[in-house]
């Protein structure tokens, strides 16, 4: 199998991914969306193009390769989601164990995205 298809498929499944993560709160949507445009362009540059000027994914995928910033609004959505998503099992009496690595996945993912300079 060719290098190319490889690519495509790893862009393909990453794009998949970031899609579910938009709408699913502890599955990333911005690592899915760069790892998509690396594969991308060593891929296809119809879907790197296409990546790159869709309309909601683009400007995440833009800000982080000129910048390696986070807009203010993507970052206070995501830790809302993240603070949603504990209440969330805490209310459900989800096991103190969970919740303790809950806990701390979600601050530090919390802390890396706070941490990031905001876009310009």
């Not at 579910?20 to 119809?46: C, K, Q």
């Not at 690595?101 to 310009?120: D, E």
């Amino acid at each position: 199998m060719h290098t190319r298809y490889l690519w495509m498929l790893l862009g393909l499944t990453a794009t998949a991914s970031a899609m579910a993560g938009a709408v699913l709160p502890l599955l990333p949507t911005t690592p899915f969306l760069l790892l998509a445009a690396f594969a991308f362009a060593r891929s296809s540059p119809r879907l790197h193009a296409w990546l790159l000027e869709h309309p909601t994914f683009g400007k995440l995928i833009h800000n982080w390769q000129e910048h390696r910033s986070i807009d203010r609004r993507t970052k206070m959505l995501a830790v809302t989601v993240m603070v949603l998503t504990f209440l969330l099992s805490v209310l459900l009496s989800v096991a103190n164990s969970v919740l303790m690595i809950q806990a701390v996945v979600l601050s530090l993912a919390a802390l890396f995205i706070l941490t990031r300079p905001s876009a310009p």
